[in-house]
């Protein structure tokens, strides 16, 4: 079974501070996702990466970075944690044709 | 830009009926099409697959098919459960393969009522 797996499934955090998500896969994959998910908005992508050291914008990038050092780690990174984004994070990672998705992190801001 | 649209986007309905999810999407040049169900705070669980050559996927009570043509698939649930409630989504992939996002829709809220 592939197994991705989210360092926190709830986290607060307060206005200005650096936050990070991160995100482990345990069956060598090379393409990982960050999204996240909103009410009315459904899942939006926010970040992916094809290889290590590798990453590419989705739709909705802006106040968000990552890092792929090593193949099996995924991680988002909130510079400068804003109230907008609250929200509910998904990390996920595909086999074959299928995208398999984490427990999901769910991040308030004060 | 892919948009995917769900409906409806609730439904409520006794235990026992069959019933029929409906999604479509604007660009057909998609790599596949996956079915999600989300269950409340929790993530995602991968239901069915259909790749863009496939009219169908089969998986126990749950037939998804696939009309890339006219942007269109449907998920339909057999004799539901009260066990079946909660948001499916579909998801497309991009004609760029394994290295693009999923694009979702916004789901529909499943209550099947015993």
């Known amino acids: 079974d592939v197994k991705v797996t989210q360092s926190s499934r709830y986290l607060v955090k307060r206005t200005g501070e650096k936050v990070f998500l991160e995100c482990v896969q345990d069956?060598?994959?090379?393409?990982m996702f960050w999204y996240r998910q909103d009410p009315g908005l459904g899942l939006r992508l926010i970040y992916f990466s094809y290889d290590v050291k590798m990453k590419e914008k989705g739709d909705i990038p802006e106040g968000y970075s990552v890092s792929r050092e090593k193949k099996e780690r995924f991680s988002l990174i909130l510079e400068s944690a804003s109230t907008n984004q609250t929200s509910m994070y998904l990390c996920a990672t595909v086999q074959g044709y299928e995208q398999y998705f984490g427990p999901g992190t769910r991040l308030t801001v004060t | 830009k892919q948009e995917v649209t769900q409906i409806p986007a609730a439904l409520s309905v006794p235990e026992g009926e069959n019933l029929v999810l409906n999604c479509s999407f604007t660009d057909s040049a998609i790599y596949n099409l996956q079915w999600f169900r989300q269950d409340p705070g929790k993530g995602l669980t991968s239901l069915l697959l259909?790749?863009?050559?496939?009219r169908e996927q089969t998986s126990g009570r749950l037939n998804a098919s696939l009309d890339k043509s006219s942007g269109r698939s449907t998920l339909y649930i057999a004799a539901s459960q009260p066990g079946d409630s909660a948001t499916y989504l579909c998801a497309v992939r991009g004609s760029g393969g394994g290295a693009d996002g999923l694009t979702f829709g916004k789901g529909t809220h499943l209550i099947i009522q015993p």
């Open positions: 259909i790749q863009s050559s496939q």
């Open positions: 069956m060598d994959h090379e393409n």
